[in-house]
Every structure is written in structure tokens, then in C-alpha cells.
């Protein structure tokens, strides 16, 4: 689709999955655009990619996958083996996402399980970001009587639009209020007797974790995880010892014996509904974010809608239950949920 631009200058402030990814398509469709990003946390290899979701969230991640094709972000497939109760019409959601589904028992995991092929994957999201230019400052954006401004060491600069997609710091890069949360996420690198889960992804319903491989080459190391949420800044780093135990508690129950080599987190952003959210915040602001855990899955799908919509100068309706609107009217008290990828 040809776009007209109209000497659009654009700023993002925030470098992290969706920041990188709506600078890349910005970039590709020829935009005057800068990425602002502090450099202070540092990205996560790889994460998982699934199609394994539910409703329109398997849209954005179609989306998300398309992205990661189209700029060469490495990608590597796995199969995935889901056990407990899942739903029939989401199983069949999957089916008609073109994911091969087999229902079969697993010896090394001894249940019945839910294979799925051609639905899940690892991305390089540390090759996305470490290789997305940027300019390295902190930064802000200053909204005063409904317009934008970055501001870099108390001096204010403009620019025609800004995306904040900062993540779990947006809430505090921004003076006024957004409908989020943020809380502390993190998973373990566990050594265990069963070398298959090198090369296989787990989701455990039944015992409440997730396990998928480090690199892919079917040694016995996995990262597992799935602790308690815990509310946090993101200037704050809180692992709770007996959730830790918790959790090696309830992998031991499927597994056997593991052992766990590392632990290491990062900082999520939730709304209200646990689902990710994306609109203006002023005249010339946009905002993106939420999105709750899964941000490899989702976030360049939904960063693509916004695109689409700065070029075209069309609000989408297809997508409209992720608008940021919803939340006109919110409590501030809302309790984090379930995360979405969680079914």
C-alpha cells in the first residue's frame, strides 16, 4: 500500500520489543524517524513465540511472525506440548490458524498431551533490539495543554509525533496517568534428566508451569518458570525464595528431579483486562503497551496496527477492542490477572 507522508517526523521513546519493531516499519516506509532509548535493561536472547493464543490475539501474533520474516529476525520452531483442560473451540482456533494438532501421550512426560507443530517458536528478540539504531538518552514526555514534548535534561524538544512503548517504565516516563500496572516477571534455567526438554516447549496446566528450550540443541537444560505475580516498579527487583521453591516444587511433580543454574526477571505491564492497549494520550502522543508478558507474541502485531493507522490516517476497527479508550473509566485498584498467554 502507498502512503503519503506528509513530512512526518516521528520519535519513539522506548527501544524495547514494540518500540524496535514500529522503528523498523517506520524506517521501511521511508518516515523521518528517531528511537530514544536508555539502554538500562538488557533483552532477553531469545523469547517464545506462539500461535497457541486465543481470539484475535492469534491475529496479532500472525502478524508478529510476519514481522519477524519480513526484517530476518531469527526464528526457530518447535514443538510444543500442552497438557490440562483446554477448551474445544480454542484447540479448534488453532486448527484454523493452521497449526497441526495431534493428541497424543508422551512418554517422557507421561500424560496425554496437546502436540502442536508449526505453532510455536523461539525469536531472537536480542537480535531485533541490539540491532535497531538508536539514540541513547533518558528521556521523558512532557504533556502540557494537550501536546507533547520530549525532554531530555530539562530541555524541551518537539517533534510532529511520539510513541511512548517503553514498556513497564512508560508509566513513569509520562505526566499523566495511564491504566497500568507494573509488575516483576521471572523464569529459572533448570538442568534436568530429561534431555528432550532441550527441544521441546511444555505448557503444564495441570502443574502450573511453562518449560522451553535455551538454544535448541536437545541438551537437558530448559527455562521453566511461572511464580506468583508481584507487583513492582520496575526500580525494584523482589523474588520471593519460597515461590521459587514453589515452582521447582511443582516442575519436580512432571520432570523429576531438576536443578535449578539461574534465576533472572524482567519488568511486565498490565491493564485492567490484561490485554494490550494502544492510543493517543494527547494531540500528538500515542501510546502503546500492556502487554502483560507476552509482547514477543504480540507486540509487533499490534504495533503494526498502529503503523497502518499514522500512514494511512485511518483509525482501525478491526482491532478496536485493543484501543486504550476502554479504559476511560478505570480503578486505579484493579488486581493483576491472569496473563493472556496463560490458558
Keep these: 500500500m502507498a502512503y503519503q507522508h506528509y513530512d512526518l517526523k516521528i520519535t519513539?521513546?522506548?527501544?524495547?520489543?514494540?518500540g524496535s519493531s514500529i522503528y523498523r516499519m517506520l524506517k521501511k516506509n521511508g518516515i523521518e524517524v528517531r528511537l530514544i532509548d536508555p539502554k538500562v535493561k538488557r533483552p532477553f536472547p531469545s523469547l517464545i513465540h506462539s500461535l497457541l493464543l486465543k481470539e484475535k490475539d492469534i491475529e496479532l501474533a500472525k502478524l508478529s511472525l510476519n514481522f519477524y520474516k519480513k526484517f530476518n529476525i531469527p526464528y526457530y520452531p518447535f514443538k510444543s506440548y500442552t497438557l490440562g483442560k483446554i477448551s474445544p473451540s480454542i484447540v479448534d482456533s488453532w486448527i484454523s490458524a493452521g497449526i497441526n494438532i495431534n493428541i497424543k501421550y508422551v512418554n517422557w512426560i507421561d500424560d496425554e498431551t496437546i502436540e502442536a507443530i508449526g505453532g510455536d517458536g523461539l525469536v531472537s528478540i536480542g537480535s531485533l533490539i541490539r540491532y535497531t539504531e538508536k539514540i541513547v538518552y533518558h528521556s521523558n514526555i512532557f504533556i502540557n495543554k494537550g501536546k507533547g514534548f520530549i525532554k531530555i535534561n530539562d530541555k524541551l524538544y518537539e517533534s510532529n509525533l511520539i510513541i511512548l512503548s517503553?514498556?513497564?517504565?512508560?508509566?513513569?516516563?509520562?505526566?499523566?496517568?495511564?491504566?497500568?500496572?507494573?509488575?516483576?516477571?521471572?523464569?529459572?534455567?533448570?538442568?534436568?534428566?530429561?534431555?528432550?526438554?532441550?527441544?521441546?516447549?511444555?505448557?503444564?496446566?495441570?502443574?502450573?508451569?511453562?518449560?522451553?528450550?535455551?538454544?535448541?540443541?536437545?541438551l537437558p537444560f530448559a527455562i521453566m518458570g511461572d511464580g506468583k505475580v508481584i507487583e513492582a516498579t520496575p526500580f525494584q527487583q523482589n523474588i520471593c525464595i519460597e515461590d521459587k521453591n514453589e515452582v521447582s516444587s511443582r516442575i519436580s511433580r512432571r520432570l523429576g528431579e531438576v536443578k535449578e543454574l539461574y534465576t533472572s526477571g524482567n519488568f511486565c505491564e498490565a491493564t485492567p483486562d490484561m490485554r494490550p492497549a494502544y492510543g493517543k494520550i494527547a494531540e500528538n502522543v500515542y501510546y502503546i503497551g500492556g502487554f502483560n508478558g507476552y509482547g514477543a507474541e504480540v507486540g509487533p502485531g499490534l504495533a503494526n496496527i498502529l503503523v497502518e493507522e499514522i500512514l494511512s490516517k485511518k483509525e482501525d476497527t478491526y482491532f478496536k477492542e485493543?484501543?486504550?479508550?476502554?479504559?476511560?473509566?478505570?480503578?486505579?485498584?484493579?488486581?493483576?490477572?491472569?496473563?493472556?498467554?496463560?490458558?
Design 166 to 218: 517503553a514498556g513497564a517504565w512508560s508509566k513513569y516516563l509520562v505526566n499523566v496517568k495511564l491504566p497500568v500496572k507494573t509488575y516483576y516477571c521471572w523464569a529459572s534455567l533448570f538442568l534436568s534428566r530429561k534431555k528432550e526438554v532441550g527441544s521441546n516447549i511444555i505448557y503444564d496446566y495441570v502443574n502450573n508451569f511453562y518449560s522451553r528450550p535455551v538454544i535448541g540443541l536437545g
Design 12 to 18: 519513539i521513546v522506548g527501544g524495547g520489543i514494540v
Design 322 to 343: 485493543y484501543k486504550l479508550e476502554r479504559f476511560n473509566e478505570y480503578n486505579d485498584d484493579f488486581e493483576i490477572g491472569q496473563e493472556p498467554h496463560e490458558l
